[in-house]
């Protein structure tokens, strides 16, 4: 067994740095840049046929709509005639109006109708790529675009959380499921066997362990008395992640953390769980309820300010590649 709270052993010459510099990177957990990542926006029922609302990622703006054809639209919200803001527009059958001069957008960002001109002039909004999934809508901000990743296709169950506000950037969201050596004195987890931590692709980072509750009643209330935890925690971005355990009963977790407009995170999260087996769907929440109950004083007080050791080597390679876009 491998406590986790365990001490490094390696030669302290090997340690990477104990200075604290003020910000360890140019995007991980930085408040002033947004990535190029997929953000759970809110549930895909708040968005009826016909409805436009206003969104936003950190300090980027969006509008959304809904057609009549039922398809999602993720645009710039500032109108290319003048600037009015969308979201204060009206969807017409396929098409955004403006408030303002009445100009339409497709769906495409095209202008489609300018009452006062011959023909609608040549200007286009920004479009974003939507998707919805697991009863949550999600809009991609980068320039490349990367599809949303699978979840496992026998849970079919899906039960969304109530979205939370916390105070830490989402990267530090996101990245404290990777900060192995919080699992020990936060969580009095114990981890066994091999830790196994890989880059799976430019933005995603995997992380596979086992591990157990040391606290008996928890053990109990989640159904891992006889065998503990088999965990992989994937990252896709910095904003998002997908738990998956295998033992002791599969089921998986997304983890959504989005940039409030004036810092911190908006989270929420889709369990994914076995449709006919409730006993199961009530001990995966309880596991996660008690990981995130532990760890929401520490991430709404945190000042982010990594002085790294060796035994921070996993979460360090996350922020390396949250810092790569
Ligand atoms: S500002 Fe939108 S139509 Fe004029
Ligand atoms: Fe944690």
């Given amino acids: ?25 140019p995007l991980f957990a930085n408040p002033e840049r947004i990535r190029g990542d997929w953000y759970a926006l809110g549930r895909s029922r708040q968005l009826k046929s016909g409805a436009v609302l206003p969104f936003s990622v950190g300090s980027k703006k969006l509008v ?19 600037g009015a803001d969308l979201s204060q527009g009206e969807v017409i059958d396929n098409s955004l109006r403006c408030a303002f001069h009445h100009w339409r957008f497709d769906g495409g960002g095209r202008c489609v109708v300018a009452p006062t001109c011959d023909l609608p002039p040549d200007r ?47 990267h530090l969201v996101i990245g404290n499921g990777f900060d192995v050596s919080h699992l020990g004195p936060v969580h009095r987890m ?26 008996r009643y928890k053990r109990l209330l989640t159904g891992s008395t006889r065998e503990g935890l088999s965990v992989t925690f994937m990252s896709d971005g ?10 002791p009963f599969l089921f998986q977790t997304v983890f959504t953390a989005r940039p409030g407009s004036s810092g911190g995170t908006a989270t929420q999260l889709a369990f994914l769980l076995p449709r006919r087996r409730p006993d199961q769907w009530i001990r995966a929440m309880l596991a996660l309820a008690f990981l995130l109950a532990d760890d929401k004083k520490i991430l709404d007080a945190i000042d982010f300010s990594p002085g790294w050791v060796p035994s921070d080597a996993v979460l360090r390679k996350f922020c390396r590649v949250v810092n790569t876009e």
């Fill in 238 to 247: 910095g904003s998002f992640a997908l738990l998956t355990v295998t033992k």
């Fill in 64 to 82: 959304l709509w809904r057609g009549a054809d039922g398809r999602l639209n993720a645009q710039e919200p500032a109108c290319p005639h003048t």
């Fill in 190 to 215: 114990e981890l066994s066997g091999e830790m196994i931590c890989e880059q799976t692709h430019k933005h995603g980072l995997t992380l596979k362990y086992e591990a157990q509750f040391t606290q």
């Fill in 124 to 170: 286009r909004l920004r479009c974003y790529p939507t998707e919805e999934r697991w009863g949550l809508i999600w809009v991609f901000l980068g320039r490349t675009f990367r599809p949303l990743p699978d979840a496992h296709e026998s849970l079919s169950k899906v039960i969304l959380t109530p979205s939370q506000t916390l105070r830490a950037h989402p």
């Fill in 1 to 25: 067994m491998i406590d986790g709270t365990r001490k490094f052993q390696g030669d302290p010459e090997q340690r990477i740095s104990t200075d604290r510099p003020s910000r360890v990177s």
